[in-house]
């Protein structure tokens, strides 16, 4: 057999295509993409928003990442060591690596260790605006040894470590001044990013326009097979299916389930579900004094009927959820039921907290304490699903006496809202999880202040210590009986009102070929995917 696969080879190199585990792919071709929003910041360690996690995965490359088996793969390390103690992981790193070219410079730079150490210290430092601080807090140290060695120290052994070392490396050659960042320095990087992975950065005009990216010649991992990609941002999650449908663009990330049944029943389209690791909550700002109280917060989950609002606006496509961790994973505690709908208990969790006065308007109130909050959301008010959402939450809440006021932002001010000043009440987010599933950034104490992700700073001692010990256990079921008890706690304490996750479908027209998707970052496959030269 082994001369037929040499007969193959000589085929697809003289017809101009390459072969990858078998299938014949053809390079050219531009894929466009659809997204609800622009990116903010296209800095990995900055970037906080799916919009720009995606679009990083593909300007950016890391030392390893998860293949779509499950194994960890070669990034930019060629080889690694575990040490035996499980303290010390030494990465070898690749040699043929050249970061995108950059603009102004003729000479190109070379990726070595000084880039990976110079990310890690600028993540690492307590100046620096990002909430990935605590996710890599097991390590105590970075060294490097050559050009092309580093070695990682961990302040205790770690069992599967290793895919943890998939943040994204930046160049260390355009932050020679830089000691820790907060996105408002004047950056190269933040114009024009420059990464090693598959496709480098070429424009975006203006904070809404589109991005525009091409396939990096000198990929280390060999050049993708579409020559161009770009992203299109909308202001209205309505107008994107439409736009797919008479072909504006050829990939949608996330359809709406009211627009899933008219995709289905077109035979150019093709749907592809996957699972995000993700949930939708209400979160609460507990600086505010009456927020603070949590029979109020918990008078707000029985006010509700999330049942209801999954199966109306969402085709019922999801789940209820009743705690802090993805549902699905073996994190999460399905003994803890979600709260129910239930206005009585609303009301008796209410008077007994001591809202028991009315104002002339119905609105609950405690000697000079009213029941009345601001509700901050980042998106247009076109956007119909989202704006039923927030209406149906609004319309709950005043039927046991408590006003929202809502105020429509623009992602980029939401986010200065409520991650930087913290001006706001109650927010409708969602999170997205890698597989680690550590929630130490979303409630630690240590995780409050400006860019971090406990925005809304819940504090509770045993939640702290519980965290701490998670992190470092070696034991799995130790980890899991640790976690089983923060999923009790926080679903008691109601720092947030858990709500849904959903069943996500992309959709991409059929000229697009061995599609692979990443849970969360989404491109991590792109190089193989292809177009058909007759359909470029």
Known sequence: ?????????????????????????????????????????????????????RLIELIYGSLVYYGTDGEIKNDLAESWEISKDLKKVTFHLREDVKWHPVPGREERIRFSADDVVKTFSLMMNPKTVTPLQSRYSFISSVKKIDDYTVVFLLKKPLLNVLGRFSFKILPSALLEDVSFLRGDEDLLLYKHPVGTGPYRFVSQEGSSSEVVLIAYDDYHLGKPNIEKVIMRPFADQNIITQTLLYGGIDLQIRIPPRDIAEIQGDVRYELY???????????????????????????????????????????????LISGPFAPGSWAYNLDINPIPFSPEDANRLLDEAGFTERTKDGIRKRGSYTLEFSMMVPISKENETTKRVILSFQNYLEDVGIKIEIEWLEWKSWTEAVFMKHKFDIIYADWLFDDSFDISSLFHSKEIGPGRNNFGAYRNPEVDSLLEEARTTMDVEMKRTIYRKLHEILADEAPYTYLWTLTNYAAFNKKLRRIEIHPTRFFTYVKDWYIPSEEQ
């Open 273 to 319: 579900p996957y699972s995000t690791l993700s949930y939708s909550f209400f979160g609460y700002n507990l600086r505010n004094p009456v927020l603070a109280i949590k029979e109020v917060r918990k008078a707000i989950g029985y006010a509700i009927n999330r049942q209801e609002m999954l199966n109306s606006f969402f085709e019922g496509k999801g789940q």
């Open 1 to 53: 057999m082994w001369y037929k696969r040499i007969l193959l080879i000589l085929f697809t190199l003289c017809m101009g295509f390459t072969a990858t585990s078998g299938f014949a792919q053809e390079r050219g071709g531009t894929l466009v993409y659809g997204e609800y929003g622009a990116p903010i910041r296209l800095i990995p360690i900055l970037a906080n928003d799916s919009i720009s996690i």
